[in-house]
């Protein structure tokens, strides 16, 4: 098993950061691509951001594109998200997740772990 645990969410005022942190288990994190997702009240898991497991590029959801930055450290199995210019629309619980491979994808299907999530709540 693999673990997944998301920390970092929080109450913020639009326009604050956050910076969210997946803690991995296990000695394979670094041969996943690693991705995030959300899932506001009401609607479904969308696909957020994502990572190679080399971390030698980036995707970006276009509703979070130059306002988040996703990224990670092989080292400390951990996964990263700094998310900046915060807006109410931002408001959802955010979940980690590993890719099936060492790519990344926006596919929900193409991840086989998850992590239990973390509130993000942006008041206005």
């Known amino acids: 098993q693999v673990p997944l645990v998301e920390s970092g969410g929080g109450l913020v005022q639009a326009g604050g950061s956050l910076r969210l942190s997946c803690a991995a288990s296990?000695?394979?994190?670094?041969?996943?691509?690693m991705g995030w997702f959300r899932q506001a009240p009401g609607k479904e898991r969308e696909f957020v951001a994502a990572i190679p497991w080399s971390g030698g590029s980036t995707y970006y959801a276009d509703s979070v594109k130059g306002r988040f930055t996703i990224s990670r450290d092989n080292t400390k199995n951990t996964l990263y998200l700094q998310m900046n210019s915060l807006k109410p629309e931002d408001t959802a619980v955010y979940y980690c997740a590993r890719s099936q491979g060492i790519s990344w994808s926006r596919y929900q299907y193409n991840y086989d772990y998850w992590g239990q999530g973390t509130q993000v709540t942006v008041s206005s």
């Open positions: 296990g000695r394979t994190f670094g041969s996943h691509g």
